[in-house]
């Protein structure tokens, strides 16, 4: 069973990692949502967020999904198709969402999304393996 404290470091989402992104998950119907605006030190280069941040808002979007419903989980594949850079600044808006579960197996997708002008920056799909849940 997953328990609050055992994501408290979560690099995207842990309130306890000093250098974390702090990105707050929620359900909102069956859409996992969250907000994320990168800053300096998450360039890559040129003041473009690095493209490893990118992945990583996609993967706890994903991850979230199912954490936020009682199971925790870890990704087994995933694929990113990045659409455009992302100025440092530019605030983003996280989705992510299941398209598919059978058994320990769930098929998810995540979107980053501009807040501006609504358009994506990444997409991913990805496989993730259920390792626990609420009883």
Request: net charge positive.
């Amino acid at each position: 069973m997953p328990r609050t404290q055992d994501a408290n470091c979560c690099f995207v989402c842990g309130p306890n990692n000093p250098i974390g992104l702090g990105v707050r998950f929620r359900l909102v119907d069956d859409l996992c949502q969250g907000e994320f605006t990168p800053d300096e030190r998450h360039v890559g280069y040129r003041n473009v967020t690095h493209g490893g941040i990118i992945f990583s808002l996609l993967d706890d979007v994903m991850a979230n999904w199912l954490w936020l419903q009682g199971f925790a989980a870890f990704t087994a594949k995933a694929d990113v198709r990045y659409r455009a850079e992302l100025p440092v600044g530019v605030a983003v808006r996280l989705e992510g969402r299941c398209l598919a579960r059978k058994g320990r197996l769930a098929q998810m997708q995540g979107k980053v999304l501009r807040q501006d002008n609504g358009e994506p920056v990444a997409e991913a799909t990805a496989s993730f393996m259920v390792s626990a849940a609420k009883p």
